[in-house]
């Protein structure tokens, strides 16, 4: 396999990617939806932005975790979210203000 080119990241984002990888319910189609790189690429990253043995321990970690793949998954992805009655509601990304 060769190596796909990978978009410029803020160090903030690299780092938001990285924390999306490890996440158990974040999927690869999340992080592509919201970054725009596929699976092969946020391996890539994590390759290069990660020491070997913690990128190793993530690789064994996510390969073939059916809720890091949409399509594996036994439940919607609506199903899979679960949100504390005491969190505030968020809309558009953005947290709503208190008036």
Known sequence: ???TVLPEFTEREIDRIIEMAWEDRTTFDGIEL???IK???VIELMRREMKS???KMWR???Q???TKHEAKRAYGLDDARFKCSRQKQITHNKIAKRR
């Open 60 to 62: 064994a970690r996510v």
């Open 53 to 55: 043995s913690s990128f």
């Open 39 to 41: 699976e092969q690429q």
């Open 34 to 36: 919201q970054f725009g």
């Open 1 to 3: 396999m060769g190596k």
């Open 64 to 66: 073939g975790r059916k």
